[in-house]
RNA sequence: GGCCCGGUGGUCAAGCGGUCAAGACACGGCCCUUUCAAGGCUGUAACACGGGUUCGAUUCCCGUCCGGGUCACCA
């Protein structure tokens, strides 16, 4: 029979306001009329006047549903956080694929949380089950957790943290199931018995006509389908999904603050969305309002290609009668391709996913510190100011970030990370290279093993001081940059100088390695590589060969690069003296020696 | 195609009606210097286009063009 149902606003204990009205009092196109029984019933004026009592077909969708809304709101209610808290969330599927755009957008949630006293919530969105991967969440929070994004609440690997959960939304069907009985109730939602093949043939048609795809208005075939029509399909065992009733016209339009973008001004949304799916499991357009609502969620912080389903969003907050969190719309990152850019997508661009970085070493504090310097953009400025300073200093806010397409700039990846390898200590930098090679480049971690304090030596060459080198980039390039070092790795790389003839270079280094004394500081080394220039027609000073060309074989700079490529097998290389000192006697003559051989 | 978002130097970007249109990266030059790196100085380089509004538009409005996003029982 009819159940009596007399629903109080779910607002009342929530201190959430509704904008727009009171919806409860009167659900649009709602009537609430007296029964024989003189108990309150809802009921639908579907179309053209036929009645429906929506109550007991929501009972018949929903058999299994016996917790109401007003249930949950009591399970979560209002959190107590300092005034201006910022509660934000990052929803990835679990792929386990955590992208750079994934990044960008969880370090501006955790910033934007953590700077206000607020939480940070790590919500998996499973809806799709065909996306689902194995391991998915344990990878998602370790790279998160690699790059030091760190939540207070939501999924952990083996289950939950935080009394708002569960946190993956696959345990959540029963919370939205509630929610979408409530709306069947009320008649803002409906059952479609809709096949895939008819929705192709209303998609085909539309194409047809030039109409606008989707389900809504005269499309939405099973819209106003009687009770009896309804009950017919049920007997036959048919699929079902819930869509919103939408009460939109897309003829008005409503404007909408949008954190990042400002004032946003959008057509009213009339789509008859889907918000359950036929395995009960809803879509990410209603997880998403049930969930940022019932976890208290106040900014939420998503990529733009979201913008286009927003005026959903917003229609169905309203029809639930919540106050909508602030939305804010980042920008996507973009990659420069043939001379046009395009979104950095996740099948072509190897770039976009984290363990490129990671593998190749980029310190993870470079690509936050990059990330952020185009996440806001007084960041830079900010930084510059206060070198060593904690993030914590700098105020974060989502009005100073861009929202047109940002190219992202390897070259500034690269220029940041110089910066904060030459920030560190050869301690941080060796214990950060051993920690990247034993995974990523096994061979190096055993080089760079088996002499600790050689290799501690070689990376603090140019390091500390007014100006310290900044070379370092990421991690297997200071490898490839420090290999010359060692003797398994030490190879010829660059040619001798072609202005030093052989016989000169012959005797060059054979009276060099005679002279060669370890005990000398770097000056007196450097006269007697002066005074052998001088022996052998080079010029002591740059200066006197530039005055005087024709004079002179060459200068001083010239021998050294002879010597350089002997030693290190390069043209370019840090200090020679230092190089020597490091490398030691033995390794310094031997060298010599091979390459007078 | 409909709808939405965006368009300042090569790249990232300040800028909110009056600025010589910041800064950073990259690039060029000079200085320093035995090479490299760093550092110092310095230079090239931009408001997509066309109409308005205004005494005055990069800033406001309209149109055009270009780029991007989105139109699923995916997120």
Same mark, same amino acid.
């Given at each position: 029979m009819v159940k009596r149902l007399r629903h109080r606003p779910l607002t009342a204990d929530s201190g959430v306001r509704f904008p727009y009205g009171s919806p409860y009092a009167k659900p649009i196109r709602m009537e609430c009329c007296r029964s024989f029984h003189s108990n309150f019933i809802w009921s639908a004026?579907?179309?053209? *006047?036929h009645w429906m009592d929506t109550t007991k077909l929501a009972e018949m969708l929903f058999?299994?549903?016996?917790?109401?809304?007003e249930d949950f709101e009591a399970l979560y209610p209002a959190r107590s956080l300092p005034a201006g808290a910022k509660v934000t969330r990052l929803g990835p599927s679990?792929?386990?694929?955590?992208?750079l755009g994934n990044l960008y957008g969880a370090f501006a949630d955790e910033r934007l949380a953590h700077q206000s006293g607020g939480v940070f919530i790590l919500r998996i969105e !499973?809806? +799709?089950?065909?996306r689902e991967v194995e391991g998915a969440v344990e990878t998602i929070i370790s790279s998160l957790d690699y790059f030091g994004v760190h939540f207070d609440e939501g999924a952990v690997v083996d289950g939950d943290k935080g009394? #708002?959960?569960?946190?993956?939304q696959r345990q959540r069907a029963g919370i939205y199931q509630t929610f979408a009985k409530l709306l069947v109730q009320r008649g803002q939602a409906y059952p479609c018995f809709c096949t895939e093949a008819e929705l192709n043939e209303i998609h085909e048609e539309q194409a047809a006509l030039k109409e606008n795809f989707g389900?809504?208005?005269?499309? /939405?075939?099973?819209?106003?389908?009687?009770s009896q029509q309804i009950q017919e399909h049920l007997d036959l065992g048919e699929p079902f999904v819930i869509r919103l009733r939408s009460q939109g016209d897309p003829a008005n339009y409503f404007t909408i603050e949008d954190g990042i973008r400002g004032t946003l001004s959008m057509p009213e949304n009339n789509q008859d969305v889907v918000l359950l799916k036929a395995d009960g499991i809803p879509t990410y357009h209603f997880a998403h309002v049930i969930d940022d609502h019932l976890m208290r969620v106040t900014h939420i912080l998503r990529g733009e290609e979201w913008l286009s389903t927003l005026p959903f969003h917003v229609e169905i907050f309203k029809t639930m009668g919540w106050q909508p969190p602030v939305f804010c719309h980042t920008t996507v990152l973009m990659k420069l391709d043939e001379g046009t850019k395009r979104k950095l997508s996740k099948r072509k661009d190897p770039? &976009?996913? &984290?363990d490129y970085y990671r593998s190749l070493g980029y310190h993870p504090a470079a690509v936050r510190e990059y990330l952020l310097t185009v996440l806001n953009s007084n960041y830079e400025e900010w930084r510059m100011a206060n070198?060593?300073?904690?993030? +914590?200093g700098f105020d974060f806010?989502? +009005?100073?970030? *861009?929202?047109s397409g940002a190219l992202f700039d390897l070259d500034k990846l690269s220029d940041v990370s110089k910066d904060i390898f030459a920030g560190m200590t050869a301690e941080e930098v060796y214990a950060f290279m051993m920690d990247w090679a034993k995974t990523y480049q096994p061979e190096a971690a055993e080089v760079l093993g088996a002499e600790p304090s050689y290799v501690l030596k070689l990376l603090n060459?140019?390091?500390?001081?007014e100006n310290p080198r900044k +070379?370092?980039?990421?991690a297997s390039q200071i490898f490839e940059f420090i290999q010359f070092f060692f003797d398994s790795y030490f190879e010829m790389t660059d040619e001798f100088p072609?202005?030093?003839a052989p016989e000169d270079r012959k005797a060059l280094l054979t009276e060099y390695l005679a002279g #060669?004394?370890?005990? !000398?500081d770097a000056q007196a080394w450097f006269e007697k590589v002066r005074q052998l220039s001088a022996e052998h027609?080079? /010029?002591?000073?740059p200066k006197e060969y530039k005055k005087n060309?024709?004079? #002179?074989?060459?200068?001083v700079g010239d021998v050294s690069a002879v010597l350089r490529v002997a030693l290190s097998g390069r043209r370019n290389s840090p200090d020679l003296w230092e190089i020597q000192q490091i490398m030691g006697a033995q390794r310094v003559k031997a060298r010599i020696q091979a390459a007078l051989r």
């Open positions: 004026n579907i179309k053209g *006047g058999p299994q549903i016996t917790k109401t809304p679990p792929t386990g694929f955590i992208h !499973d809806t +799709d089950n065909k009394n #708002y959960g569960p946190y993956r389900y809504y208005g005269k499309w /939405a075939k099973h819209r106003d389908l009687s770039e &976009l996913g &984290l070198p060593t300073a904690s993030i +914590d806010t989502t +009005d100073k970030m *861009g929202s060459i140019g390091r500390g001081g +070379d370092l980039i990421f072609e202005n030093v #060669y004394d370890p005990q !000398d027609g080079f /010029a002591a000073k060309p024709e004079a #002179y074989k060459g200068h």
